[in-house]
């Protein structure tokens, strides 16, 4: 039996149904959750990401701050430009569109972004509280991941997952968050990586395989027990004559052998893609909660 695809796409839009909501509370309390994006350089595929998260904010009523510099940018320039916004009221979120052109430094630039608007998550104040299971500002495709399954009917709690990456932006905050004592964890985590003996003798063990690891067919079909489920974090440009483009996107996983075997599997594009938007306006939305909170001495605010 095929698996049952997870729609990320339509996961997405319920996510942001229950933001325009909470968008309009806090609208009636005069705040307008604002996220500033800054993008240096002119590179294509990031304008098209920028775009992406641009529309998103207006669909849900979050005002977007377009913050352009040319790719000869200075340092210091840029790094004026995130203090501007760290002292801007209006600002609840600060997005830095990486990677950065050659020549600036990306760590530099993200510790300077105020914690309390670092709607990444990458900043390593929040790295330390997501890591203790304090409230933080959780990485948006490791929270995207999360909520896909959870919004699936897929509960986690005492479950096998097998992550396959170990990057900063995925791979490791997503097992730490596995591990998490929540009702959206709760997991035992093998994390594998380009360095792990067998990965086949892992990921046969596993109830949930994640597959972040950047290259295609890193999961095939012999790789997973039947019934598993399967989340591609992967996107891959493979070339394709038949495209007008000359390419097509791809994950990580061999979808159509897998999705043979699997109980449940995301798509690419249409599975994790979308979620990662989706959690980067949650975050947004919670940073304009945490500001409106202040205002008000801590009074309620939109749920």
């Known amino acids: 039996m095929a698996a049952a695809i997870i729609d990320g796409r339509r996961i997405a839009e319920e996510i942001r149904g229950e933001l325009k909501e909470s968008v309009r509370a806090l609208k009636a309390q005069g705040v307008t959750p604002g996220l500033a994006v800054v993008l240096v350089g002119d590179d294509p595929a990031s304008r098209s990401y920028v775009a992406g998260k641009e529309k998103a904010c207006a669909e849900v009523g979050i005002h977007s701050f377009d913050n352009r510099l040319p790719a000869s940018a200075t340092q210091e320039e840029l790094m004026g430009l995130v203090r501007k916004l760290n002292g801007d009221d209006r600002v609840h979120g600060i997005l830095v569109q990486l990677p950065l052109p050659r020549g600036l430094n990306e760590a530099e630039v993200l510790l300077a972004i105020d914690p309390d608007k670092d709607v990444d998550g990458f900043h390593p104040i929040n790295a330390g509280r997501m890591m203790l299971g304090q409230k933080a500002f959780l990485p948006c495709t ?39 004592k929540s009702e959206l964890a709760n997991a035992t985590v093998t994390v594998c990586h380009t360095g792990t003996r067998d990965l086949a003798g892992f990921t046969r063990q596993a109830d949930v395989v994640v597959a972040a690891a950047g290259r295609p067919n890193t999961l095939t079909a012999d790789m997973i027990r039947e019934g598993a489920v399967v989340i591609d974090v992967g996107v891959n440009r493979v070339e394709d004559a038949t495209k007008k483009s000359g390419f097509r996107l791809v994950g990580d996983v061999d979808f159509q052998r897998v999705s043979e075997k699997a109980s449940m599997i995301t798509p690419v594009p249409g599975g994790v893609g979308p979620m990662t938007i989706a959690m980067l306006l949650y975050n947004t939305v919670e940073a304009a909660k945490t500001r409106c909170r202040a205002m008000r001495g801590g009074e309620g605010v939109a749920p």
């Open 142 to 180: 490791p929270h995207g991941v999360l909520q896909l399954l959870r919004r699936s009917g897929v509960r986690l709690s005492g479950l096998h997952v097998v992550v396959i990456g170990r990057s900063n932006i995925v791979g490791k905050p997503l097992a730490n968050m596995l591990i998490q």
